[in-house]
């Protein structure tokens, strides 16, 4: 079962307008939330996170939202550049057997049309 | 800055071979992780290690085993290679904490024929 999921497997956005990723999970037990970016034969670098005891954290262009009673999280990028295009997955930890280790959702192809 | 590397950027196997990959961090992490990258299915754990020596199964062990016999070094061993073990392979490091994020080298593509 897909603890964590990315629905959008692609989001096209112009130049200077906002992206927004979103990333639903199932768990419950999950309490911190990551979000990574991944340009094509590159490994993954980190952007931003967000711990349960917060609704929002931001980073510059970057701002995460977490609703928890939803079970929802969402990447803002304002405003959008054209080196944003890229994949981006979300990902999530927590409880005793799984608070070192990362579940990722399928990742969201990001395009930024100039 | 902490840095993963991976031996090699891209490898073509045949099937039925015996293959190593290489990760080593050099910022003295405890935790190593092996994930494989397809496409749609995001980045599943295949190991974790957690010290030397110590090694957990993930969500697809299947096909693979791992060995850490120093800390900073981390081998993913496919026993005999199949196609569809052909893919993106991506390792990571962290420290041994709750909310500690992880660390990835710049993956392996591995075409298996």
């Known amino acids: 079962d897909q603890q964590v999921k990315q629905n959008s497997p692609s989001l096209s956005v112009q130049e200077g307008r906002i992206s927004i990723l979103n990333c639903d999970y199932t768990?419950?037990?999950?309490?911190?939330f990551l979000w990574y970016k991944k340009y094509p034969a590159e490994g993954p670098t980190f952007l931003i996170s967000?711990?349960?005891?917060?609704d929002k954290n931001e980073d510059g262009r970057f701002t995460v939202f977490l609703n928890k009673s939803a079970k929802h999280l969402s990447l803002h990028i304002v405003p959008s550049q054209p080196g944003d295009s890229a994949v981006y997955f979300c990902?999530?930890?927590?409880?005793?057997?799984?608070?070192?280790?990362?579940?990722f959702g399928q990742g969201t192809r990001l395009t930024i049309n100039p | 800055d902490v840095k993963v590397t991976q031996s090699s950027r891209y490898l073509v196997k045949r099937t039925g071979e015996k293959v190593f990959l290489e990760c080593v961090q050099d910022?003295?992490?405890?935790?190593m992780f092996w994930y494989r990258q397809d496409p749609g299915l995001g980045l599943r754990l295949i190991y974790f290690s957690y010290d030397v020596k110590m090694k957990e199964k993930g969500d697809i062990p299947e096909g693979y085993s791992v060995s850490r016999e120093k800390k900073e070094r981390f081998s993913l061993i496919l026993e005999s290679a199949s196609t569809n073990q052909t893919s993106m392979y991506l390792c990571?490091?962290?420290?041994?904490?709750?909310?500690?994020?992880?660390?990835f080298g710049p993956g392996t593509r591995l075409t298996v024929l």
């Open positions: 768990n419950s037990m999950f309490d911190y």
């Open positions: 910022m003295d992490h405890e935790n």
């Open positions: 990571a490091s962290s420290l041994p904490l709750g909310q500690a994020r992880q660390f």
């Open positions: 967000i711990s349960s005891i917060k």
């Open positions: 990902a999530a930890s927590g409880g005793i057997q799984g608070a070192q280790k990362l579940v």
